[in-house]
């Protein structure tokens, strides 16, 4: 079994900041691809950010430049840090990976969500 715990989500006003932060633990064997998705309210999950196993990261065109996501130095954990929040980043944010476990199979799997309001 394999558990996503994020933490980080809040309360913000616009131009703030929060750091999100994903945990997975279980019988992994590695960790390849990471991400943060986000829903907001009435919309579709969108990808923000995602990261490979060697570092490569890609986002979404509307908050490069606000957002860095990266890997702790335990290799498992993932970081999205937000800057200069806008009341558009409203929404709940997902941790995503895509890990192999030691039974040799390999699946995505999601951490239960973190809501983070942007709002004065």
């Known amino acids: 079994q394999v558990r996503m715990v994020e933490s980080g989500g809040g309360l913000v006003q616009p131009g703030g900041s929060l750091r999100l932060s994903c945990a997975p633990s279980?019988?992994?064997?590695?960790?390849?691809?990471m991400a943060w998705y986000r829903q907001a309210q009435g919309k579709e999950r969108e990808l923000v950010a995602r990261i490979g196993s060697r570092g490569e990261t890609n986002y979404i065109d509307s908050v490069k430049g606000r957002f860095t996501i990266s890997r702790g130095n335990a290799k498992n954990m993932v970081y999205l840090q937000m800057d200069n929040l806008k009341a558009e980043d409203t929404a709940v944010y997902f941790c995503?990976?895509?890990?192999?476990?030691?039974?040799?199979?390999?699946?995505?799997?999601w951490g239960q969500g973190t809501q983070v309001t942007v709002s004065s």
């Open positions: 995503n990976a895509r890990i192999e476990t030691w039974s040799g199979y390999e699946s995505d799997y």
């Open positions: 279980g019988r992994i064997f590695a960790v390849n691809a």
